[in-house]
């Protein structure tokens, strides 16, 4: 469906849009997440992962949590 914003002939998506933009100018920082989303795609997130520990460090981590002698 058209609509007509300053005697701009628009459709609504481009209208939604349009108040998007001014919304994110203004400092709207969810309409500029949004925005950013829909043209660059989701961010990406980091997942950081421990780094593996030595054997040696896992049978000596183990003797201490369940006794017994580590040179199993």
Request: some cysteine; proline content about 4%; hydrophobic content about 40%.
């Amino acid at each position: 469906m058209p609509c007509e914003v300053e005697g701009v002939e628009l459709s609504n998506v481009e209208a939604i849009a349009a108040s998007m933009v001014n919304e994110a100018k203004g400092g709207n920082v969810r309409a500029f997440v949004e925005i950013r989303n829909t043209v660059d795609g989701m961010p990406t997130q980091r997942i950081e992962t421990a780094p593996a520990i030595s054997e040696e460090r896992r049978r000596e981590v183990e003797a201490l949590l369940f006794g017994g002698n580590d040179d199993e």
